[in-house]
């Protein structure tokens, strides 16, 4: 039987389970996804179950496009096709508009994205006349999304604290604005899905006939409706396939409970488990780091794991002076091991704790001219923070740049409304000047401006007022002072720093690019703009370019790569100083750091710098706690391979010596170069010297390119 080729004896037993609830218990590695893909071929082509009663459900959109690809190529296409596969939202989204009318919906709702639903939750703590800073819109926000992923409604909430109360009252309204603009969040699709089963027998009776084969993976991160929605759905044929590692549940923070695989014990008596213990996707020595690490947490079932992959390669642990050199380390190994065959640019990932991480590490790709892959972010440059920024700092430099002008004319809010801001733009548009000048002419006559009011006047007054004093600034300001400056004036701190981990991370990133400024102290703001742009010009790295991965440990989930670079390991990011006060915090982040090993099949690197500048200043950092548990035979000290290399991988401290006077240029104009990626082309321009010589480069079959000297080599 092909269906059951390339299973061992554990896995086929599972794959063939009799009807009934069934959970297939098992570490990383072990198959458990490919289990519940050839369970659903099996299924079709076996007990001739037809596709559309079956149900699988994936964690992210991409693991459903992947399981519909290899289910395709099992089962060909029109068969795959019947089949429901997706994430929990995606299901209940196609319920919900199925069945709008018997959930008391409108056919056509609209679905309010994360920025919809803080943009709501904002006006509605405004309308009740409530303080934005004391109640901030995502933390209030927050609390209402756990509160619908506990299936509570509005009236049932039971505050427990004054803030409890607040979150009570906006929750009311906000539900009640959803309603009248026909819309879901998130949340409600679950929430609604859940409401109209319990309410509507007959519904639900003909979904349990319509999915009468109910598959999840990754179960350890359901949350409490997720867990009700399921049981709903098997409540009749009881044919529910969940596979599930508790020491891989990192969504906690998001209401995932992985308790619910007890309940399921409890809620199941009748339940088969299945446990796998092969490991297929790493080598002896990866599962032994990761067995090292986990082993520490309390309340888990002990898992063995093995494989037959062999010993493999020694974890590398490599300790960077600052982010900047643990992301050259990281590109230089790259491009090592690419140059000497060992491994194809799409075999590596680098992961990292949190967004902001990915700034130095994009940053050595780009001056590398190495393309490379991020998933499940927006590129650091392009995030809208950033961009505000980078936006205040152009109008500093250049008032009439009318689209950073616009962007943050308004931002934080001032009191600059749309109406507004569009007379400004088509006033500017008739005069044919750019709107700075329109603001300026606001401020010398009111009427420059037709129907400004009195306070739009006002308004308008002071930005001009804040705007020409970066200006006049500008001058004697270094770029981070600027920066501070900017930050001050316009109250951007408080805005971003909402009380939610998205406004954390958020204000983390502008720290981040302070953090660039200050490290290029003696840039002007012109140099610092044209770098920026053009490190923030790369987007045409699109998913089919054989490049490295860079993803956070969350968005790794499930999925495996040849060598991975984890970095960043230190206190304070893994765990991570949010989580380190709770022993259910350091938990989760030690299961966190487990996900991250076990995405590894050949080569582990861990790499942790000396010091990183947090909150703009620079710390002195204290490896992880982490690293401390990984067995020393384990491990293997990255330093001594990088020090036989080229000088320029040695640890920045090593060679913190003055730079010798202007060292010479290596390239010309017409030079016929090689690139270890780019291959063959010619420079056009060079400049600068030494370590830091940057060479423009046509390339035959890339085009043009800015790269470092020392990523090039001449050719004849
Ligand atoms: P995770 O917990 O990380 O999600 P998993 O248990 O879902 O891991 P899979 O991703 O299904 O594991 O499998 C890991 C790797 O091992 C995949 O590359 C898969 O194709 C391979 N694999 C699984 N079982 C076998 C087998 N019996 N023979 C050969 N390769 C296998
Ligand atoms: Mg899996």
Redesign the pocket.
């Known amino acids: 039987m092909s269906i059951l080729k ?3 004896a554990q ?1 086929k037993k599972a794959v063939v389970a009799p009807d009934g609830p069934v959970l297939v218990l ?9 289990v519940l893909t050839r369970r659903v071929a099996w299924l079709v082509l076996e007990q001739e179950v037809y596709p559309w009663r079956i149900l699988a459900v994936t964690f992210t959109n991409k693991a459903a496009r992947e399981m519909r690809e290899r289910l395709e190529q099992l089962l060909g296409h029109s068969q795959a096709g019947d089949l429901t596969l997706g994430t929990f939202h995606a299901t209940c989204a196609r319920i919900l508009r199925q069945e709008a009318e018997a959930a008391g919906i409108s056919r056509d709702y609209t679905i309010f994205d994360a920025d919809d639903q803080v943009a709501l939750t904002r006006q509605v703590i405004l309308e009740l006349n409530l303080d934005e800073k004391r109640y901030r819109p995502h933390a209030v926000h927050n609390a209402i999304s756990r509160a619908k992923n506990e299936l509570i409604p509005p009236e049932e909430y039971q505050p427990g604290s004054y803030f409890g109360e607040i979150v009570r009252r906006v929750y009311e309204q906000y539900q009640q604005r959803l309603r009248l603009s026909g819309a879901l969040d998130f949340d409600d699709l679950l929430m609604v899905t859940v409401n109209l089963f319990r309410q509507q027998d007959n519904v639900t009776r003909r979904y349990q006939e319509r999915y009468r084969y109910i598959l999840v993976d990754e179960f350890q991160d359901t949350n409490a409706a997720q867990y009700v929605l399921l049981q709903q759905l098997a409540g009749r044929h009881h044919n529910l396939f969940a596979v599930a ?1 508790e020491d ?1 549940s990192i969504y906690a923070w998001r209401g995932a409970d992985y308790r619910n695989i007890n309940r399921l014990r409890q809620d199941h008596p009748d339940l088969t488990t299945y446990l796998l213990e092969q490991n ?2 790493s080598t002896q020595h990866i599962l032994d780091t990761a067995q090292a690490i986990i082993r520490h947490n309390a309340d888990r079932t002990e898992k063995r794991l093995f494989t037959r992959r062999g010993q493999g390669d020694k974890t590398i642990v490599h300790e960077a002076y600052d982010p900047g050199a643990e992301a050259q380390f990281i590109v230089d190994t790259i491009a090592e091991l690419v140059a000497t065959k060992e491994a194809r640019p799409g075999d590596f990932a680098v992961m990292y704790r949190t967004n902001a991480q990915s700034r130095a590490i994009e940053d050595a790709f780009i001056h590398a001219g190495l393309p490379y892959r991020l998933v499940g972010a927006t590129r650091f440059y392009a995030r809208r923070e950033i961009k505000d920024l980078v936006a205040f700092l152009r109008t500093a430099h250049n008032p009439s740049d009318s689209a950073s002008l616009l962007r943050i004319i308004n931002v934080p809010p001032r009191r600059i409304g749309r109406k507004t801001v569009a007379s400004l733009e088509k006033t500017a548009r008739e005069q044919n000047v750019s709107p700075w000048q329109i603001v300026a002419a606001v401020v010398g006559a009111g009427e420059a401006i037709p129907a400004l009011s009195k306070q739009g006047r006002g308004a308008v007054a002071a930005f001009h007022k804040m705007v020409a004093g970066w200006i006049e600034a500008r001058g004697e300001l270094s770029v981070h002072q600027l920066i501070d400056r900017v930050l001050a004036d316009t109250g951007y701190e408080a805005y971003l720093r909402d009380g939610s981990d998205e406004g954390e991370e958020r204000w983390e990133n502008v720290l981040e690019l302070r953090g660039v400024a200050l490290e290029y102290a003696g840039m002007t703001l012109t140099e610092f703009l044209a770098d920026v742009a053009l490190v923030s010009d790369v987007d045409n790295m699109g998913d089919e370019v054989d490049a490295p991965t860079l993803l956070t440990l969350h968005s790794a989930k ?1 999925l ?1 790569f040849p060598i991975v670079f984890l970095t960043g390991v230190e206190e304070g990011l893994i765990p991570h100083s949010r989580s380190i006060d709770e022993p259910e915090g350091v938990a989760e982040e030690r299961r966190l750091m487990y996900v991250g090993v ?1 995405r590894a099949q050949d080569r582990l690197y861990i790499t942790h710098t000396f010091r990183r500048p947090r909150y703009g200043d620079y710390e002195t950092n204290v490896p992880s706690r982490f690293l401390d548990d990984i067995p020393r035979r384990l491990l293997q000290d990255g330093r001594s391979r990088a020090r036989q290399r080229a000088p320029e991988t040695t640890p920045a401290w090593e060679r913190w010596e003055p730079a010798p006077a202007a060292p010479a240029a290596r390239f010309h104009t017409g030079d016929r170069v090689v690139h270890p990626v780019f291959g063959p082309g010619i420079v056009l321009e060079s400049r600068g010297g030494g370590e830091k010589e940057q060479v423009t480069v046509i390339f035959e079959n890339v085009g043009l390119k800015r790269i470092l000297g020392d990523f090039l080599e001449r050719s004849t």
């Open positions: 390339g299973l061992n896995q098992a570490g990383p590695g072990s198959g458990k996804t490919r590692d891989q297929y996707r499930g495996e076990t």
